[in-house]
T-cell receptor
Framework: GAGVSQSPRYKVAKRGQDVALRCDPI?????LFWYQQALGQGPEFLTY????????KSGLPSDRFFAERPEGSVSTLKIQRTQQEDSAVYLC?????????????????FGPGTRLTVL | KNEVEQSPQNLTAQEGEFITINCSYS?????LHWLQQHPGGGIVSLFM???GKKKHGRLIATINIQEKHSSLHITASHPRDSAVYIC???????????FGTGTRLQVFP
């Protein structure tokens, strides 16, 4: 299909390990978002890219979290020295629109998420 | 206080019942989204609206911008409607979504 894909779907890490989560957005989508969803909670914004530029990283909880989108398509969210509180589902979404444009192009399409469990 | 509040948190219904889920928000928005999340994490966008009312099949979404309130209605509910329904708003000048905590709906046959 042509939807947003994420890998791996499930990741178990020992505390202190580094992890890398991948997001493949819909081809041609300009905007890419990462969200963190703790168990029983709604998703929370982590960071936003417009093409390769990271325009907003205000939601990243600590400097252990790092995201990149070097060629403006695939994005990787890296978490260094994982802690138990990092356990969550990490969701990626993409949209066609550039920041500030109105209309249906702003609709965000979500990937299936990566469930990270830190032991 | 959360910027996006949903009620109820949990909802059970018998098949065929009319369902209403409410969402209130406290920030200025450019759009409001209703999302459906099934077990396993996948999120599907149901509606994106900035005024009035939208209908898709058995689903109806309304928004009152002045009152900062939106409702999602499901007519003739079915067990396959069982999921978590999440309200999310997009604030002015940013595409960042602010999410409610979701309403867990279970529809029994």
């Amino acid at each position: 299909g042509a939807g947003v894909s994420q890998s791996p779907r499930y990741k178990v890490a020992k505390r202190g390990q580094d992890v890398a989560l991948r997001c493949d957005p819909i081809s041609g989508h300009v905007s890419l978002f990462w969200y963190q969803q703790a168990l029983g909670q709604g998703p929370e914004f982590l960071t936003y890219f417009q093409n390769e530029a990271q325009l907003d990283k205000s939601g990243l909880p600590s400097d252990r979290f790092f995201a990149e989108r070097p060629e403006g398509s695939v994005s990787t969210l890296k978490i260094q020295r994982t802690q138990q509180e990092d356990s969550a589902v990490y969701l990626c979404a993409s949209s066609l629109a550039q920041l500030g444009l109105e209309g249906p192009y702003n609709e965000q399409f979500f990937g299936p998420g990566t469930r990270l469990t830190v032991l | 206080k959360n910027e996006v509040e949903q009620s109820p948190q949990n909802l059970t219904a018998q098949e065929g019942e009319f369902i209403t889920i409410n969402c209130s928000y406290s920030v200025g928005i450019s759009a409001l989204h209703w999302l459906q999340q099934h077990p396993g994490g996948g999120i599907v966008s149901l509606f994106m609206l900035s005024s009035g009312k939208k209908k898709h099949g058995r689903l109806i979404a309304t928004i009152n911008i002045q009152e900062k309130h939106s409702s999602l209605h499901i007519t003739a509910s079915h067990p396959r409607d069982s999921a978590v329904y999440i309200c999310a708003v997009r604030s002015y000048n940013t595409d960042k979504l602010i999410f409610g905590t979701g309403t867990r709906l279970q529809v029994f046959p």
